[in-house]
């Protein structure tokens, strides 16, 4: 069982920058494809950025060029980067991991198999 914790979301002005974090409950990034996704209420769960085990990243045109999302395999954390914020990128962001084999180049939530328990991050305009 994998276990994610997010930690600094919170707010920030539109054109500001805020880093999140995930820790994991053991050194996971080397078996696993790793995602942040965000979800507004009422709305569904949104890629933001994938990373698989070789460090090969995927970012939907939507943050392409102002998230960037980083790992350490030596360690437990998963970053994200988040510069140019923007008053649409305000939602709670979620921290995830999927196993072998798992299409996480799809962007797709469903392919992704634990889930933190979610940072809000608010941009206001």
């Known amino acids: 069982q994998v276990q994610l914790v997010e930690s600094g979301g919170g707010s920030v002005q539109a054109g500001g920058s805020l880093s999140l974090s995930c820790e994991a409950s053991?050194?996971?990034?080397?078996?696993?494809?790793m995602a942040w996704f965000r979800q507004v209420p009422g709305g569904e769960r949104e890629a933001v950025a994938t990373i698989n085990r070789d460090g090969i990243t995927i970012y939907p045109d939507s943050v392409k060029g102002r998230f960037t999302i980083s790992q350490d395999f030596g360690k437990t954390a998963l970053d994200l980067q988040m510069n140019s914020l923007r008053a649409g990128d305000s939602a709670m962001y979620y921290c995830?991991?999927?196993?072998?084999?798992?299409?996480?180049?799809?962007?797709?939530?469903?392919?992704?198999?634990?889930w933190g328990q979610g940072t809000q991050v608010t941009v206001s305009s």
């Open positions: 053991g050194p996971v990034y080397s078996r696993y494809c």
């Open positions: 995830a991991a999927g196993s072998w084999g798992r299409r996480w180049y799809l962007l797709s939530a469903g392919e992704f198999d634990y």
